[in-house]
């Protein structure tokens, strides 16, 4: 890759580490990755990503910002205000990085657009936290055997995963069916330190570099739990479910529904 | 003397840390395993840091020679893919 002055300055620090060099750098402008969601998690993993030079980032939010995204969500400010947040998100990472195409979908993801929405795609971000739509992005990403970078936050702990759909374990193999809403944390209950998405982003766009250069091993077959209060970090194993209903060896779902529950998000 | 075959020569005289190493990399990037590259540079500290991170790269250093009142070549054979 012939790299321009700004961009062998820009990008120094990735070509002189030996995992990335500039062949793994031109595989980084390259990529196509789709972010669900511009919230906490959205907002830091396409920070980061648009800082690495990812070429393409999507980011599906039918959102607008609202004061109270502020405390985590560091994408937006109070100049975005009642801005769709996925406009406000491709302002913020443009104006970090023009080398990148941010691409605003204003639309929430269901059953009948999510397929189309995720083809075009390398790798999938789950940034939602919200159970049915982190199930339908699993089963999409079965179907179309697309890599899936999935986080969740909840008040002081977080989670990450890898699914790399014909190469272990889903989402599902983990959990069957969503919880039914009232297991869920009610908004009141739904508190969530500022920063922790900023933790669990970070290791989201970790996971997803690591893919796109292919270097390092992947977080699959694992849920990697961040306990911030007591500061721990652990790695969970998650089998894979020879019966799981979308990704087992006779999988019962054959096609997305919505579910229609209502959820709190976070 | 001996005599090494020198598939490709970079000139990064006037280029300063960490910019002569980022072309240092992408030059040995540019050639086969096997082949070797002849870097001509002008920043001191560089003449030394240069060889060093070549070799913590996993590829051999030839030869390192003030040829001029500061200016250096560093020869380099490429040992792995990148
Ligand atoms: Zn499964």
């Known amino acids: 890759m012939e790299f321009t002055e700004e961009q062998l300055k820009r990008y120094s620090r990735h070509i002189i580490l030996p995992e990335v060099g500039g062949k793994g750098q031109k595989k980084i402008s390259e990529a196509k990755v789709l972010l669900v969601g511009a919230g906490g998690l959205g907002c830091p993993v396409g920070y980061y990503l648009a800082a690495a030079g990812v070429g393409t980032i999507a980011i599906v939010d039918n959102d607008k910002v609202e004061l109270s995204n502020l405390q985590r969500q560091i994408a937006h400010s109070v100049k975005t205000l009642d801005m769709h947040k996925a406009d406000s998100a491709k302002q913020t990472f443009e104006a970090l990085n023009p080398d990148v195409n941010v691409i605003a979908v204003k639309e929430r993801l269901h059953s009948k657009n999510i397929l189309a929405l995720f083809k075009d795609y390398d790798i999938i971000v789950d940034g939602t936290d919200n159970f049915p739509t982190r199930y339908l992005i699993n089963d999409a990403c079965v179907m179309l055997k697309k890599p899936l970078v999935s986080g969740a936050i909840l008040r002081f702990e977080g989670q990450v995963t890898t699914i790399l759909p014909g190469d272990g374990p889903c989402y599902r193999c983990l959990f069957e069916e969503p919880p039914p809403a009232g297991l869920v944390p009610s908004c009141q209950e739904a508190g969530v330190l500022g920063v922790l998405p900023g933790v669990i982003g970070a290791l989201q766009a970790t996971e997803v570099l690591k893919l796109i250069i292919g270097k390092g091993k992947p977080l699959k077959g694992n849920l990697l739990i961040y306990d911030a209060l007591g500061v721990n970090f652990r790695k969970v194993k998650i089998p894979k479910n020879e019966d799981c209903p979308i990704c087992g060896k006779n999988p019962s779902i054959k096609e997305l529904t919505d579910l229609s529950e209502e959820y709190c998000s976070i | ?82």
């Open chain 2, 1 to 82: 003397m001996e005599d090494i075959k020198i598939d490709k020569k970079l000139d990064i005289r006037g280029q300063v840390c960490p910019y002569t190493l980022v072309r240092s990399k992408l030059g040995v990037e540019s050639i086969e395993v096997g082949q070797v590259i002849e870097i001509l540079l002008d920043y001191p500290e560089a003449a030394d840091s240069i060889p060093k991170a070549m070799l913590n790269y996993g590829h051999s250093v030839l030869k390192v020679e003030k040829i001029n009142p500061g200016e250096w070549i560093v020869q380099v054979r490429k040992e792995v893919e990148d």
